[in-house]
């Protein structure tokens, strides 16, 4: 089975919000979903760092591929780069104001990190806010957790979310029948809310296996590119194509 990009994992509006709780790997999501938008000819493209409130596993972490790559990276730098700091660079507006391009904004977890986008009222365009569903995640195990959390999310930035991302896993537990098991749940849960299913995630060694039990969801394949500073400094990730990054 090819690895070719699913049309429905094409971007539908220029403004991208990604969305979730603690946890759910929204900003493995972002990276790798604008990575492989690149590869698959999307241009001009940006990704924003909105995370102001968890200072690991944020999107900036990987802004040397993505820039090698030609995505444009809008995140805090210098004494600032791990930051827990409420910084909100003026560029963000921008993205959102520019009529040509895609852009992908990285939200910081639950209702704390969403409401900064409250802040973007009359700004934002046509979007998709993408909430990233983790199933194996305490407030997104059931029904019930789930619309609850979805509720303080839209209270909190003000949007309406428009689709789910499927990224079930348990960190490097993770296999193809946890994820597998975990798009069970969010077709589920769409079913039960009405919100479409966007793409689900696996990584790259269970994509063929995920995508050959998706019941034609589409499937996002994952590479590592996100860890904490105090990781072993010899991990390479590759992240697909194209020069590996060293973290």
């Known amino acids: 089975m090819s690895n070719a990009p699913h049309p429905f994992i094409l971007p539908k509006e220029r403004a991208i919000i990604i969305i979730g709780n603690y946890g759910s790997g929204k900003s493995e999501v972002a990276v790798n979903w604008a990575l492989k938008m690149k590869e ?13 409130v968890n200072p690991y596993f944020r999107s900036r972490e990987a802004h040397e591929i993505m820039e090698s790559r030609g995505i444009n990276v809008v995140a805090p730098r210098g004494g600032h780069f791990y930051a827990d700091l409420p910084i909100v660079l003026p560029e963000i507006k921008g993205l959102f104001q520019n009529p040509e391009g895609t852009a992908v904004f990285d939200v910081g ?50 949007l309406r979310i428009t689709g789910f991302i499927g990224n079930t896993h348990l960190m ?76």
């Not at 046509?126 to 995640?137: G, W």
């Not at 060694?205 to 499937?219: L, W």
């Open 40 to 52: 698959w000819g999307v241009s001009p493209l940006a990704i924003a760092d909105l995370d102001i």
């Open 172 to 247: 490097d537990e993770t296999d193809a029948e946890i994820i597998i098991r975990g798009h069970e749940f969010v077709l589920k849960i769409s079913e039960e809310t009405g919100v479409p299913v966007r793409f689900i995630t696996a990584r790259a060694q269970y994509y063929e296996e995920v995508m050959a039990k998706s019941s034609g969801t589409p499937v996002l394949s994952l590479e590592r590119t996100l860890r904490p500073p105090w990781s072993p400094a010899d991990q390479v990730v590759s992240a697909g194509t194209g020069p590996a990054i060293r973290i």
């Open 109 to 158: 977890g639950e209702d704390a990190g969403s409401r900064i986008l409250s802040s973007f009222e009359g700004f934002i365009p046509e979007y998709e806010l993408l909430m990233v569903l983790n199933a194996n995640r305490p407030f997104t195990n059931t029904l019930e957790n789930t619309r609850k959390m979805m509720a303080m999310l839209e209270r909190a930035s003000g």
